[in-house]
């Protein structure tokens, strides 16, 4: 989780940035348009529920939120999207799986895998990393809203799997099936998390050193970066000494 968690904290921090603030929402949105496709309701359609959460979260307008459904329902024609997973392979073997919503998968596929190319990676084919992961509803909050005593028996009362201190932020995971109400349980208690989303949690991590840390943040990134790559999740950890010197240029 150590390395899943390393990329969450960078990419929260850089989610809100204003010049990308544009762009995460039209990730978003593009989200919630596929979600609506089987159905417009978010009470019964918990995809649908997700994806509007996580567009709450950055503060993506209810306009915005309510087209996107109607998008989704066809009530507003939009381009086709398409969902599917790339999955590679970063600097030190590190595992990388790309959620991705595309109108052109061949376009895509082309684009992501130059990223790859140029980042010291390699895009692999279907099911070379996925088992190297677990799908899980994972939240990210700082652990100055709240002790690790307290959100422990706040979330596993609700059904989570864990709750562990990983230096400033406390992580909570859970299966994807209890992620709305643990959501809503921690909300009720008052505690706002950075990130609340369902995603891939690798099993066991890969340790970098700083130079190919810095290499794989720059894959990462880049990656992150590409207008249909929805979330990137890999299995690498950045030892704290090596992620100063990082910091450090």
Known sequence: MAGHSHWS???????????????????????IIVAAKAGGDPKT??????????????????DNIERAIKTGTGEL?????EETIYEGYGPAGVAVMCEILTNNRHRTAAEVRKIFELNGGQLGT???VAYLFDRKGLFIIPASQTSEERLMEIALEAGADDVRQNGEALELTCEPGQFQAVNE??????????????????????????????????LMEALD??????????????????LAQINAG
């Open 225 to 242: 970066d590409h207008d249909d790559v929805q979330n990137v999740s890999a299995n690498f950890n950045i030892p704290d000494e090596a």
């Open 77 to 81: 024609k939009s381009e086709d999207l």
């Open 45 to 62: 359609n918990l995809k649908l529920r997700y994806a509007i959460d996580a567009a709450k979260a950055v503060s993506l307008p209810k």
């Open 185 to 218: 349980a921690i909300t009720m208690a008052g505690i706002k998390p950075d990130v609340a989303q369902v995603t891939r949690i690798p099993k066991s991590t890969v340790d970098l050193d700083a130079d190919t840390g810095r290499t794989v943040l720059k």
């Open 126 to 128: 279907t099911g070379c």
């Open 9 to 31: 904290n960078i990419a929260v921090k850089k989610a809100i940035i204003d010049k990308k603030r544009g762009k995460l929402w039209s990730k978003l949105a593009r989200a």
